[in-house]
């Protein structure tokens, strides 16, 4: 039996899981679990790259205890936030977090320089102001100067661990600087930038052997001799990777955690202006696929409730007070940038909702009503624009990831979209990862097979839509609200 450890760190949590496929069903087993999250230090948000790495040392150390002397390993994390290096291999600067506020107008000042019907036309890739693309752009020029190497988070913690450097596509494009018709960094981007292609390891492809741990790293430490294993190392590429099979059904994709990415698998971009106006964005994809999908802002506003309140109340505690407030009676724009990162979230929503005539929430419950609702009402109207841009009727969504545990947003999400819903597996993102160290060691023959064994290995819940009351009238109030905030 082979082993393979999936290491999967998102924007509050990592761990480590080890997979195992035995009489044709995937085994998971969550090896090391640690907290993650962004610091404030001097009016800045950075991440504690050196925590990270070392808690994937203590996995590592953990699943040698346990007994596994051998394995695959591989890593995902978030998308677009890097990493820069000197000559030596040594950090310049501490890693920014995409929530830092340094961004906030930098879209603008760029599209002076470069028109954005241009980027995208070049990209594909959605206006999101916190993208790498922004991030460069405002980022210290003498710092970038002195870069020999700049990587993406999941490539710094492969270079860490291998001493191999290299971009791989996935969360590369998430840049906002590749080019989809040569496949390849664009060299007009990156002049404006004041950046030379040589500053970016190669594009590497998931499911690329990267070879063995560094051997000083063996020495210090009592770890598994460990064949890294370049997977989709964006963690909604690997999300999307773990959806198990739909037969028969035309299905859309919402990979529902601190961010909601709502979108369906294409085989080619979709980079017209339709999409762009729509703001949709061509993510890459393991094999020669693409992500077509809208960052929607997702369960980030009621991890911030819960910390707010100050954690009184589990996540599944807070759907149950839900559950007891009165359906649709506050509505936010809850895709709005203002919801990014404010100083305050529950002060924020009560604001939004004062501001466009909305009741305020009174209540913690009031509260994460107002969330569930606006955000299924959200994923209506985008699946719909979905449906419009792709020409393709969705008869289903299947919900991945942690939200697929919220079984009142589910519901929810199920009865405002008059459609099906699937929900699960939650570890979707583990899965994917998982699923491509099986096919590049040879496990598994190809995704379709891996999706087929992911969905006959686990528990999918199924939720058939409700009927609500004037929804018609419900829906066109969201979409006020939602208007009156890009307005």
Known sequence: ??????????????????????????????????????????????????YLFGE??????????????????????WAVDYVLLDQAGNRIQEVYAYRDRRTEHAMQRLAALIPPEAVYGKTGIQQLNFNTLYQLFVHDREELSRADSILMVPDYLYYLLTGKKGNETTNASTMQLLNLDT??????????????????????????????????????????????????????????????AAKGRHAAYLSSGTWSLLGVELTQPLNDAKAMAANYTNEWGAYGTFRFLKNIMGLWLIQEVRRLDGNRYN?????????????????????????????HMIKEIQKACEQYGEPVPESIGQAARCIFDSLALSYRSYLEELEQLTGRSMDILQIVGGGANNELLCQLTANVLGR??????????????LAVQMISSGVLPDIKEAREVIMNSFDIKYYKPEPIQDLGRIVDRWKKVDQAADS
């Open 1 to 50: 039996m082979t082993h393979h450890i999936a290491v999967d760190i998102g924007a509050s949590s990592g761990r480590l899981v080890l997979g195992t496929l035995q009489d044709g069903k995937i085994k998971l087993k969550e090896i090391h679990r640690f907290a993650n999250g962004f610091l404030e230090r001097d009016g800045s948000c950075f991440w504690d790259i050196d």
């Open 56 to 77: 994937i040392i203590t996995g590592l150390v953990k699943a040698k205890a346990e007994g596994i002397g051998q394995c695959t390993l591989g890593i995902d994390t």
């Open 183 to 244: 496949r390849d960094f664009d060299t007009e981007l990156l002049e404006l930038l004041g950046l030379r292609k040589e500053q970016f390891p190669g594009l590497i492809e998931p499911g690329t052997e990267l070879g063995s741990l560094c051997p000083e790293l063996m020495e210090q430490y009592d770890l598994p001799e460990c064949r890294a294993i370049v997977t989709a190392t964006h963690d909604t590429a690997s999300a999307v990777l773990g959806i198990p």
């Open 315 to 343: 996540f599944a505690e807070l759907a149950d007070l839900a559950a007891e407030a009165e359906p649709f009676r506050s509505l936010i724009p809850c895709n709005h940038d203002r919801f990014l990162n404010p100083e």
């Open 420 to 433: 099906d819903v699937s929900a699960g597996p939650t570890e979707s993102t583990a899965l994917g990862n």
